[in-house]
Nanobody, 123 residues
Framework: QVQLVESGGGLVQAGDSLRLSCAAS????????MAWFRQAPGKEREFVAA????????TYADSVKGRFTISRDNGKNTVYLQMNSLKPEDTAVYYC????????????????WGQGTQVTVSS
C-alpha cells in the first residue's frame, strides 16, 4: 500500500502560479501511475493530470493543458503539480491518487487517495 499526503494549496489571484506536492510513503512512487484530480463545490471529482513512470507517458485534461505540469521526483518519493496562469474556475480541492498498471484518467481506476488540498483562485 501507499499513503499520500498533499500540500501546497492556498489562496491566489488569477494569473498566479502554485505548486502542489504529493508525498508518498509505504512504497516507492516509481512503480505507480500518479495522478491529480480536483473537485469543485457541487461538482464531481474530475481528472486533471496523470503520469506513468514505467510507460514514460503523461496526460492532461483539456482544461489545464498548457498551463499545468505534472512531474515526479522518485528520489524524494514525491509528485508535483505545477499550476500556472491560474483561473477562478481552477478553484477546487485537489487530490493526489495512485494506481498500478497502466495510465488512465478514470477516477474509479485509482486505488489510493490523499486527503486533498484546497486551491482558491480569486478574480
Amino acid at each position: 500500500q501507499v499513503q499520500l499526503v498533499e500540500s501546497g494549496g492556498g489562496l491566489v489571484q488569477a494569473g498566479d502560479s502554485l505548486r502542489l506536492s504529493c508525498a508518498a510513503s509505504g512504497r516507492t512512487v516509481s512503480r505507480y501511475v500518479m495522478a491529480w484530480f480536483r473537485q469543485a463545490p457541487g461538482k464531481e471529482r474530475e481528472f486533471v493530470a496523470a503520469d506513468s513512470w514505467e510507460e514514460a507517458t503523461t496526460t492532461y485534461a483539456d482544461s489545464v493543458k498548457g498551463r499545468f505540469t505534472i512531474s515526479r521526483d522518485n528520489g524524494k518519493n514525491t509528485v508535483y503539480l505545477q499550476m500556472n496562469s491560474l483561473k477562478p474556475e481552477d478553484t477546487a480541492v485537489y487530490y493526489c491518487a495512485a494506481r498500478t498498471f497502466y495510465l488512465t484518467n478514470r477516477r474509479g481506476d485509482y486505488d489510493y487517495w490523499g486527503q486533498g488540498t484546497q486551491v482558491t483562485v480569486s478574480s
